[in-house]
């Protein structure tokens, strides 16, 4: 079965920019979408198809997608934006919705 | 406003049967895939049942299969998860999701809306 690979964790000062990767065999070729999730909230969407943000989401908030690896970039980070992010995709091969594990992201 | 309601969780001894429901509002139900996405707490997601907006798609986790049923109400605009046989591993909070589209796999659009989650505990 397809398996989506995270970091458990990352850390990043207010201000700066944080990136979090998705890892998987060729995810370059499957649309990848990317949610947030805040303790205690049920998740939202924060980037689709790779690298595109439904309304409502800050600019701050990009993705990008290519070869194994996926990536959620978060520019200028604010303390609101400390949560849980997962990335998904389709598994043609399995016919299966995936997750990745989830990163925590701290901000300092 | 797109509104989703879960109900019907609860405490279920192992073995025993659960119906889940998602009341959905403000949008147009028909049109659109549905989800059940699951999460023990303090855990990640755990994608469980996708329906297409005609239900002649379904698709089911290999944990789930044989075991739920996905089903939608497209005239009252709801959906469901009939769980059977459950097990102490099926404890979590259960969440519906609503896609962006209408089939329900590959999707292109991602889950824009989440219900606030029905709580299911299995155990005696």
């Known amino acids: 079965s397809y398996e989506l690979t995270q970091p458990p964790s990352v850390s990043v000062a207010p201000g700066k920019t944080a990136r979090i990767p998705c890892g998987g065999h060729?995810?370059?070729?499957?649309?990848v979408h990317w949610y947030q999730q805040r303790p205690g909230q049920a998740p939202v969407l924060a980037i689709y198809?790779?690298?595109d943000r439904p309304s409502g989401i800050p600019e701050r908030f990009s993705g990008s997608n290519s070869g194994n690896t996926a990536t959620l970039t978060i520019s200028r980070v604010e303390a609101g934006d400390e949560a849980d992010y997962y990335c998904?995709?389709?598994?043609?091969?399995?016919?299966?919705?995936?997750f990745g594990g989830g990163t925590k992201l701290t901000v300092l | 406003e797109v509104h989703l309601v879960e109900s019907g969780g609860g405490l279920v001894q192992p073995g025993r049967s659960l119906r889940l429901s998602c009341a959905a509002s403000?949008?147009?139900?028909?049109?659109?895939?549905m989800h059940w996405v699951r999460q023990v707490p303090g855990k990640g997601l755990e994608w469980v049942s996708s329906?297409?907006?005609?239900?002649?798609?379904?698709g089911y986790a290999a944990s789930v299969e044989g075991r739920f049923i996905i089903s939608r109400d497209n005239a009252k605009n709801s959906l469901f998860l009939q769980m059977n046989s459950l097990r102490p591993e099926d404890t979590a909070l259960y969440y519906c999701?609503?896609?962006?589209?209408?089939?329900?796999?590959?999707?292109?659009?991602?889950?824009?809306?989440w219900g606030q989650g029905s709580l299911v505990t299995v155990s005696t």
């Open positions: 998904q995709v389709w598994d043609g091969s399995s016919d299966h919705w995936v």
């Open positions: 329906i297409s907006w005609n239900s002649a798609g379904r």
């Open positions: 060729n995810i370059g070729n499957k649309p």
């Open positions: 403000g949008f147009t139900f028909e049109d659109f895939a």
């Open positions: 999701a609503k896609d962006g589209g209408g089939g329900y796999d590959s999707s292109g659009y991602g889950w824009g809306s």
């Open positions: 198809y790779d690298k």
